[in-house]
């Protein structure tokens, strides 16, 4: 478990508290890194980053990761699948704007 503070990490403004998951998602990591990123840390698929209260499926579905690294999220925590983040959006709102 590493935290880091990222500035303006969603929107250019905000600076979010995100662990290594986050920010892979968010850079469209292959399936391979995401597996490994929670085989090593399981706990972080239902962490939240700080800013807007985000799962990293969120990020994953924000950032149009590969849809298997998408599909492994949602099968290794299907409660993120349903969990809104603090504009009271799920994952799969995101995955739709994109």
């Not at 990222?6 to 998602?25: K, M, N, S, T, Y």
């Not at 990123?37 to 962490?47: I, R």
């Not at 994953?60 to 590969?66: D, T």
């Amino acid at each position: 478990e590493t935290w880091s503070s990222q500035a303006g990490f969603f929107d250019g403004d905000h600076e979010a508290r995100v662990l290594p998951i986050h920010v892979a998602c968010s850079l469209r990591a292959p399936l391979e890194v995401v597996r490994a990123l929670v085989e090593a840390y399981p706990e972080c698929l239902s962490a939240k980053e700080s800013s807007f209260k985000r799962l990293p499926i969120h990020a994953a579905c924000m950032s149009s990761a590969p849809p298997e690294a998408i599909e492994y999220l949602a099968r290794e925590c299907v409660a993120g699948t349903s969990e809104p983040d603090m504009l009271g959006r799920l994952p799969i709102h995101y995955a739709c704007f994109n």
